[in-house]
């Protein structure tokens, strides 16, 4: 089959860049980055520069390289092998076969996950041994935590590539900070070029700081090691209160327990902790990486993409659930009227708690891996509100996004399987492409996901109605979910809908997106639009 041809601007990428051993592409989601990637990799195959392509990408993503996107645009006889450390018995004999010299291309592709165990990383280093081979790195903010283990994975196989390409579209989604570590896998000198030799320096030159308050010697021998305990639950969003008025709803306590490391704070001084409250010279900065990648927004490459719609629907909490909500807000520790008792030592887990509050339920503190506490029982006014949404808009397609399984699984048996499929970590793969297949064909009405497990590479232009019943604070989330319906493909005004707890969290989880929103266009250079206006 004959490969598509390229549009314009993924024309002009392809034909500049070509040659280049290292490029971000930094094309908005939805403008097209696989079909040029693929392109280039033909082009170095060809003129034998590379004989071998290793692609790491999300887990949600990485088998819609091997399945759609190179069998759609390689233009050349090729073998491909999506690898899973869960199957690696079985593929030891296709990885064996793909190990062999001949004329075809080969494609490996694995996960983030896969790259960071032992299995994983020997697979690729016996696929790759005694080979020039170009590193596809997908989805790059997966890579922009410095310290984190799958970025150290990384930059070391791509000492190892010939060529690379980094491929984001939302290169700095939370934080200008993101950059770093992303242009540091592209040019390991890339940022000692520019006179910053270290991540402290890289920060203190665009992050600006303040002192907060953590409390005395004793308030922290009081707290116990820092080491010994958490200081943010692994499903919140770790730079999320960076976003909020720390002054108004935070107390003593909860300042004393702000996260001592990280990329949103420098170190402790003595009472102090420096957080970061804002950025400065992001032009500099956009103009810092421009030589080494080319950003592209929709309007720029001339899609002509139908508009995107706001709609905000508000509700009111059920009076128990107020009086839980502002109780704990005020009183840092609430009593259920089960008896269970429900803490938020810390000021990330009281947003998460209070989320959940919002949303009807709390976790169970005596077991979190059981059901949750319904809060107000069995009358939900978020639910409620959704439900009276589903009638409005008769038989149209939607996606329903979610933050919570609680969620995923309240939506899911209440519409029944007759209208929705389900796409989360509750799903296998199989039946998550059975989901996909049902959705696209129209035989069911609504999609209920996660952003972590939809959210990327997919194309689901059938629809173009989303509904976000819970939000995280994770600006990346948010546009890659938005983007699976604004894309190439697509003829129809997508319309997002924001369900919102009138005076909560939900507000200033929208007013943070904002926020992180402006502060992306301006170090990607887009021209900013209001966004998330009702």
């Known amino acids: 089959m004959t490969p598509p041809p390229l549009f314009a601007h993924q024309a002009e990428l392809f034909t500049t860049t070509k040659d280049f051993p290292a490029w971000g592409v930094f094309f908005q989601t939805g403008v097209g980055k696989s079909a040029p990637t693929i392109h280039t990799a033909v ?21 819609n390289w091997t399945e759609v996107e190179v069998p759609a645009h390689c233009s050349i006889p090729y073998r491909v092998l999506d690898w899973h450390s869960s199957r690696a018995k079985a593929q030891d004999r296709a990885l064996a076969a793909m190990c062999e010299v001949d004329a075809k291309l080969p494609w490996f592709s694995l996960t983030y996950d896969a790259l960071v165990v032992p299995r994983g990383r020997q697979a690729v280093l016996d696929f790759t041994k005694g080979r020039r081979f170009m ?20 930059a070391a196989l791509r000492q190892l590539a010939a060529y690379v390409r980094l491929l ?57 090691s820092p080491s010994r305990e958490p200081i943010v639950p692994h499903d919140v969003d770790p730079t999320a209160y960076e976003q909020l008025d720390l002054s108004e709803i935070l107390s003593t306590e909860e300042k004393q327990a702000l996260p001592t490391s990280g990329p949103a704070v420098t170190g402790a001084i003595g009472r102090t902790i420096n957080v970061i409250v804002g950025y400065r010279d992001l032009d500099q900065l956009h103009s810092m990486i421009q030589p080494l990648s080319t950003r592209l927004t929709k309007e720029q ?20 659930q ?20 429900l803490t938020a030592p810390l000021a990330m887990t009281r947003i998460l708690r209070l989320q959940q509050i919002a949303s009807g339920f709390v976790t169970n503190p005596d077991d979190p891996e059981g059901s949750p506490i319904l809060i ?50 509750k799903v296998g793969e199989k039946d998550k492409a059975l989901a996909l297949d049902l959705f696209r064909s129209g035989k069911r009405q609504f999609c209920v996901a996660k952003a972590s497990s ?11 109605l989303s509904f976000f019943y819970t939000s995280s604070f994770s600006l990346l989330e948010r546009l890659q979910a938005e983007d699976r319906q604004h894309r190439i493909g697509q003829h129809n005004p997508v319309t997002y809908v924001d369900l919102e707890a009138d005076r909560t969290v939900d507000g200033k989880i929208i007013r943070a997106l904002r926020d992180k929103n402006e502060i992306a266009a301006k170090v990607n250079g887009d021209e900013y639009r209001s966004w998330l206006e009702a």
């Open 43 to 63: 082009h170095l195959f060809t003129t034998k520069k590379i004989d071998a392509v290793v692609i790491v990408a999300p887990s949600s993503v990485h088998r």
């Open 135 to 154: 590193l596809v790195v997908d989805e790059g903010s997966r890579v922009k935590t410095p310290t984190a283990l799958r970025t150290k994975k990384v």
């Open 168 to 224: 984001n579209g939302t290169p700095c989604s939370d934080s200008p900070l993101d950059l770093y570590a992303q242009m540091k896998i592209l040019d390991n000198q890339f940022w000692i070029k520019h006179g910053l030799a270290s991540w402290t320096a890289f920060q203190a030159r665009f992050a600006v700081t303040k002192k907060i308050p953590i409390g005395g010697e004793d308030d922290r021998a009081s707290r116990g």
């Open 301 to 320: 490459a001339g899609l002509n993409l139908p508009p995107k719609l706001y709609q905000r629907l508000v509700f009111e909490l059920a009076p128990e």
């Open 322 to 341: 107020r009086r839980v909500y502002d109780q704990l807000r005020r009183e840092f520790m609430i009593e259920l009227d089960n008896g269970a008792l």
């Open 376 to 425: 107000p029982g069995d009358k939900n006014p978020r639910l409620g509100q959704f439900l009276d949404w589903t009638e409005d808009i008769g038989k149209a397609q939607s996606i329903v996004w979610c933050r919570f399984t609680f969620d995923v699984d309240l939506i899911c048996r209440t519409l029944g399987p007759p209208r929705c499929v389900r796409y989360d970590g």
């Open 454 to 464: 939809l959210g990327m590479g997919l194309t689901l232009v059938n629809s173009a």
